[in-house]
């Protein structure tokens, strides 16, 4: 069954680093595009980048370049959200979302989604 878990989040000060993790059973990531999003408290959710069925990375945020960064094992069925030099601005529930038969990415339109992983982040 298919199924997205997201992992990681915790609490960090401001400038501190997570990666997090969405285990994506029953996805074959060569055929299959994974995206994360966030959601901070009272905010709408957006999205942060995607990784393709050929590991090309999109970013959706100026800021990911700069501090965020996207990987994958596909072996493992698993893509990475390194967070790095986080702000208090970055705390939110961050999920990784999927598209059935998606093989490159588009911001919208994702039907599979995690649960989200909290991260929190202290001045």
């Known amino acids: 069954q298919l199924q997205l878990v997201e992992s990681g989040g915790g609490l960090v000060q401001s400038g501190g680093s997570l990666r997090l993790s969405c285990l994506a059973s029953?996805?074959?990531?060569?055929?299959?595009?994974i995206g994360w999003y966030r959601q901070a408290p009272g905010k709408e959710r957006e999205g942060i980048g995607c990784?393709?069925?050929?590991?090309?990375?999109?970013n959706y945020r100026d800021f990911v370049k700069d501090r965020f960064a996207i990987s994958r094992d596909a072996a493992k069925k698993t893509v990475y959200l390194q967070l790095n030099s986080l702000k208090p601005e970055d705390a939110a529930v961050y999920y990784c979302?999927?598209?059935?038969?998606?093989?490159?990415?588009?911001?919208?339109?994702?039907?599979?989604w995690g649960n989200g992983t909290l991260v929190t982040v202290s001045s």
């Open positions: 979302a999927a598209r059935a038969q998606g093989i490159e990415c588009f911001i919208d339109g994702m039907n599979y």
């Open positions: 029953g996805f074959n990531l060569e055929y299959n595009a």
């Open positions: 990784i393709n069925m050929d590991g090309e990375i999109t």
